[in-house]
């Protein structure tokens, strides 16, 4: 979706509309909380799962009207749907076609993912890899480890480990979330939408690059500040209403940047390729904070950190800046 959006969007426009696009998940993840606030604790988790479903099946029937990229129906050979498309689009917006005449730049092999590997785009595709995995590994670690460590209630100290704090009931080990903790989560929650003006500016004043190494910094840095005694469960929400909010950040980034800077011929394969490595720090996240962190809560927090440090150095050390930039 985001290399759709980009494609129909001028640079000028391009970080406000997918930071507004990612806004809408935003929605959904507070959403999700105060559903789950409202019905675990009632009827239980299988209803919030089928009434979490609803939304999805609406979408279904959303997708007949969303209109081709232009760019994709001009390397595909398709001028004149590409032409139909850009005449609905002008007059949608009461506006007519600028003169000239619409060439079509055919590409006849497109969508390899050899094409990531060329040395026009073997290392920005490299560290875009590692960018993903650990982004995605804290945004969702962020997630996770809310709960765990909202259950777990105590102040960090050296060789504590959540088995021994936490106060659990029943055979599986788990401890409900009290009232108290889903409005922490709510809270944490409420730290995406805080984001996104940051983001919108970020992007545009400082670069995307600066802006992915900042975001990387500040989760890495209040990973560290977690390791330290908080004493205080409100110090904990602080810290991690932050981590959330600048993991979120980073994620809008990487999905603005992503399309901008390959060509339209490897542009959705790219972003594909991307999502897939960041699927891996999204499995990884479970062993680390629910498996790590029931061990040992350093060690947990440690890895996160350092996950932070390695996106932010990717990050800085990318060879393309495409703020600004023309798509190709």
């Not at 600028?98 to 073997?122: M, Q, S």
Request: glycine share 8%.
């Amino acid at each position: 979706m985001s290399v759709l959006l980009i494609e129909f969007i001028g640079s000028k426009y391009r970080a406000i509309m997918i930071v507004v696009s990612q806004g809408f998940w935003a929605i959904g993840a507070l959403a999700e909380v105060l559903l789950a606030w409202k019905i675990i604790p009632t009827i239980g988790w299988r209803y919030l799962v089928a009434i979490s479903a609803l939304p999805v099946a609406f979408s279904l029937f959303t997708w007949p009207i969303v209109p081709e990229s232009v760019r994709f129906l001009l390397v595909s050979g398709q001028k004149e749907r590409a032409i139909s498309t850009l005449s609905k689009v002008t007059q949608m917006n009461r506006t007519c076609l600028p003169p000239g005449e619409l060439r079509a730049v055919v590409v006849e092999e497109r969508g390899r993912v050899a094409d990531l590997f060329h040395r026009d785009y073997r290392r920005t595709t490299l560290q875009l890899i590692v960018i993903w995995v650990t982004s995605i590994a804290c945004y969702y670690g962020t997630s996770l480890a809310t709960t765990e460590l909202l259950t777990i209630n105590y102040c960090v100290a050296p060789g504590a480990t959540a088995s021994t704090s936490a106060d659990t009931t029943g055979e599986c080990g788990c401890s409900p979330l009290s009232s108290s903790d889903y409005g922490k989560l709510a809270i944490t929650s409420v730290a995406e939408l805080f984001i996104m003006p940051i983001v919108i500016i970020l992007a545009d004043l400082i670069g995307r690059r600066n802006s992915m190494t900042l975001c990387q910094i500040i989760v890495a840095a209040s990973y560290l500040l977690l390791l330290t005694c908080i004493g205080s469960s409100s110090g904990m929400t602080a810290l991690l209403f932050i981590a959330r909010g600048f993991a979120a950040g980073i994620t809008t980034i990487i999905y603005l940047y992503t399309p901008e800077v390959f060509p339209t011929q490897c542009r959705a394969v790219g972003l594909s390729c991307c999502f897939i490595a960041g699927r891996i720090g999204a499995m990884l996240t479970p062993l680390l904070s629910q498996v790590l962190l029931k061990a040992s809560v350093h060690s947990a927090l440690a890895v996160y950190a350092s996950f932070g440090v390695l996106g932010a150095v990717a990050s800085f050390f990318l060879p393309i800046e495409t703020k600004g930039r023309r798509m190709d």
